[in-house]
């Protein structure tokens, strides 16, 4: 595969802060393959559920032409989540099916080693990580390496990594060990100690790895090679919920990384994909040959708009 996402899948039942509910959606890393689909098919979502995986998904798989090859069905039931988000935009995220179940089944749902580099090869160009920092298959990340010897590997950080100080030593770290992460303000304030945009722009240039910072309806930041690409968020006034969108941002961002794209068409490209993604309850429904192109398009006339402003 061209490219590979890891990382759980999740079915959600939502509360927001006005008090409103939807239950049931498509959550967890697929969010990170529909950064990327709008602007390269050949992607595969390496995760672990159970046998109830084609109740909630088989639909949406099959509308996109998705695979199923990299699903690990290791789970006595797909896991279920109460995701309760708060006025400042941070959540709460809890088993519907309690802490007994993720104590007994939380290590089985992991990513293992073996479920990447089954389909890895020197053909395959990026690789997405949400997996914590202390999480085993970072320990095999040259086995990884091997398997793919061309790809670049994102990693999106966790705000429980973040929040932990006694984690930010193994943070860095990692980060030095990877191509390219991805962090947005809260997660950065927490990991760097500052107070202000500004300040993490340059705790993020001064670790010297290339970044999408995101910066919630604000937009993003990419961060490469000692400077900010700046890009707004898009099509706010067409949002119905913004779940997800960090995720298929920072997938999107792999995806122009590996490219070699110019860093401000990378987060143009990043930032156009979250607009899709809020356009609705859940994932983006279908991509189309179409769509590529409206937005191949829309990314060029963007480009031209920002390039002298950054």
């Known amino acids: 595969m061209t490219y590979i996402i890891s990382g759980c899948t999740l079915v959600d039942d939502i509360i927001y802060p006005d008090g409103r509910s939807v239950t049931g959606q498509l959550g967890g890393s697929l969010y990170a393959l529909t950064g990327i ?6 992607v595969l979502f390496v ?3 159970g046998p109830d995986f084609d109740q909630f998904y088989g639909d949406y798989y099959r509308k996109n032409g998705l695979s199923m090859a990299g699903v690990q069905s290791v789970l006595p039931h797909t896991r279920h989540n109460i995701l309760a988000y708060e006025s400042n935009g941070r959540w709460r995220e809890y088993s519907k099916h309690g802490i007994d179940f993720e104590l007994t089944w939380g290590n089985v749902a992991r990513i293992q080693t073996a479920h990447i580099t089954a389909h890895a090869s020197d053909q395959t160009r990026g690789m997405y990580f949400e997996s914590a920092v ?3 298959i970072w320990r095999d990340l040259a086995a990884i390496r091997a398997a793919a010897p061309h790809a670049k590997i994102m990693w999106e950080l966790l705000p429980s990594d973040c929040d932990a100080t ?3 030593a193994a943070i860095r770290d990692l980060i030095q060990r990877v191509d390219i992460y991805s962090l947005n303000l809260p997660e950065s304030v927490a990991l760097f100690g500052t107070t202000s945009e500004a300040e ?13 910072f995101r910066v919630g309806t604000r937009g993003a930041y990419m961060i490469q090679d000692g400077h900010a690409w ?7 006034e067409a949002t119905v919920d913004a779940t997800g969108c960090g995720n298929c941002a920072t997938g999107a961002a792999l995806y122009g990384y590996a490219e070699g794209l110019h860093p401000l068409r990378t987060v143009i490209q990043a930032n156009l994909a979250a607009a899709l993604n809020a356009r609705q309850y859940g994932p983006f429904p279908a991509f189309s040959p179409l769509l590529r192109l409206q937005l191949g ?5 963007e480009f031209g708009r920002l390039e002298g402003k950054n």
């Open 134 to 136: 202390r999480e085993p």
């Open 200 to 212: 993490s722009i340059a705790a993020i240039i001064a670790i010297g790895i290339p970044c999408l």
């Open 297 to 301: 398009e829309r990314v060029e006339a």
């Open 47 to 49: 995760t672990t559920a």
């Open 166 to 168: 006694n984690r930010h």
């Open 37 to 42: 689909k709008p602007y390269d098919d050949d």
């Open 230 to 236: 700046y890009a707004p968020a898009y099509d706010l």
